[in-house]
């Protein structure tokens, strides 16, 4: 099976996933999962708004401006990055649209802030996986010596980890909602992989 081949059969799975989830809660009052969740609510509120903010529009911002520095600097990266930046971009204004089409509202019992838009997919989630995954992914390949490599790509890892239970701690989402979330950044990162014909190797040779 070829890696286009692969991503494709990926992207649809998560794809047809995240739809199928995205009408069974839309008009439906929250129920099993999404109740128990609740309970995560209040837990350290101002911890969780760190992993919150993180996601927020201007520190991707500052993330894409440091990720240009970055290939500028070393040739060998650019590719990564270029994948990187056009499947956050374009992930970010699909779940944006995605949010229009199931228009499920937030939960109610919102901690610190108070969210205005839709509630399923979350970005947040999907940012967890398009950004925090990928980079957890380019850290573990890339040209570190092997425990800085195994210990940042860990560390990055962790933090998409914690922007997910950030979004349940802070009342901002339902759990399905990060279900959602993950599956429409899995579905972003497969049809990128698919259309790149894989996620770019690090081309260690280069200087």
Request: aromatic share 10%; net charge positive; proline share 4%.
């Amino acid at each position: 099976m070829t890696a286009r081949l692969g991503a494709a059969i990926v992207a649809l799975i998560a794809a047809l996933g995240c739809g199928l989830l995205g009408s069974s809660v839309s008009e439906a009052p929250p129920a099993g999962v999404d109740v128990a969740g609740r309970a995560l609510a209040g837990e350290w509120p101002h911890v969780a708004l760190v992993f919150t903010a993180s996601c927020l529009w201007y520190v991707l911002v500052a993330f894409g401006i440091a990720a240009i520095v970055l290939a500028v600097l070393r040739p060998a990266w650019r590719a990564r990055v270029t994948f990187a930046l056009i499947t956050t971009l374009v992930a970010w204004q699909a779940s944006d649209a995605a949010k229009n089409i199931f228009m499920r509202e937030r939960p109610r019992y919102w901690i610190l802030i108070h969210e205005t838009s839709w509630s399923y997919p979350s970005g947040h989630a999907m940012f967890a996986i398009v950004v925090y995954g990928l980079w957890s992914y380019y850290a573990a390949t890339s040209d570190a010596p092997p425990l800085l490599r195994r210990g940042l790509s860990a560390a990055i890892a962790l933090w998409g980890i914690g922007v997910l239970w950030s979004r349940l701690a802070l009342g901002a989402h339902f759990l399905t909602d990060l279900t959602g979330g993950v599956l429409f950044g899995i579905t972003m990162l497969a049809i990128a992989t698919a259309i790149a014909g894989g996620i770019p190797r690090l081309r260690r040779t280069a200087r």
